[in-house]
């Protein structure tokens, strides 16, 4: 089992709906979780950072953390065609050099 | 004002020769990396110092040696380059193992 999954698409939307990507992870003490934006011949941009259970909003993006499930997703609303890129998930794990574990990521296409 | 940055962004080297990257943070963090990402997009950690001290050393063929003279600066040199050394090598910094890393350009590495 992967330490951090994500479903590699492409998950396409048309412009204006919500789109949901998805992450789950295996180290159950797990405390920080990342949400990047990466765009094609670009470095990993941070989009959300969430800690603990239950949504965090930031304009048009929701983090949402359930540790119990162990499971981390990022909505956005409204999509814009500028909002196609991969979305990368990070988790950092709970060993004592607290490494910050990468999903594949998410490949995110918005129709106009 | 470019928080992490990166150079060179593009090198172009034969088989066997050594090169140098260089990166340097002015967001006043405590702790830097060195990621690799190679065409398949997988953001592989390389290398992470705390205070000039490392914290991460990955498995990583001993011609990489990274080296960090102060807390702003990480730097990375590889010797006898290979053509599996070609990717994109990414520098971030978090303020602390436990925050979200905030990454640089990139420098994309070509051994011909």
């Known amino acids: 089992q992967k330490e951090v999954e994500q479903n590699s698409g492409p998950l396409s939307v048309p412009e204006g709906a919500i789109a949901s990507l998805n992450c789950t992870y295996s180290d159950r003490g797990s405390q920080s979780f990342f949400w990047y934006r990466q765009y094609s011949g670009k470095s990993p941009e941070l989009i959300m950072s969430?800690?603990s259970n239950g949504d965090k909003e930031d304009g048009r993006f929701t983090a949402q953390l359930n540790k119990a499930s162990q499971y981390v997703s990022l909505l956005i609303r409204d999509s814009q065609p500028s909002d196609s890129a991969t979305y990368l998930c990070?988790?950092?794990?709970?060993?004592?050099?607290?490494?910050?574990?990468w999903g594949l990521g998410t490949s995110l296409a918005v129709n106009p | 004002d470019t928080a992490v940055s990166q150079t060179p962004k593009y090198l172009v080297t034969q088989m066997g020769n050594d090169k140098s990257i260089k990166c340097e943070q002015n967001?006043?963090?405590?702790?830097m990396y060195w990621y690799k990402q190679d065409s398949k997009k997988f953001l592989k950690i390389m290398f992470s110092y705390n205070n000039k001290e490392l914290i991460i050393n990955e498995t990583v063929p001993n011609r990489f040696s990274p080296k960090s003279p102060d807390k702003a600066h990480l730097n990375l040199h590889i010797n006898s380059l290979e053509l599996g050394d070609s990717a994109v090598y990414f520098c971030a910094s978090s303020k602390d193992r436990s925050y979200e890393q905030y990454f640089g350009p990139g420098t994309r590495l070509t051994v011909t």
């Open positions: 969430i800690y």
């Open positions: 990070a988790v950092i794990n709970a060993g004592n050099n607290r490494k910050l574990i």
């Open positions: 967001l006043g963090h405590d702790t």
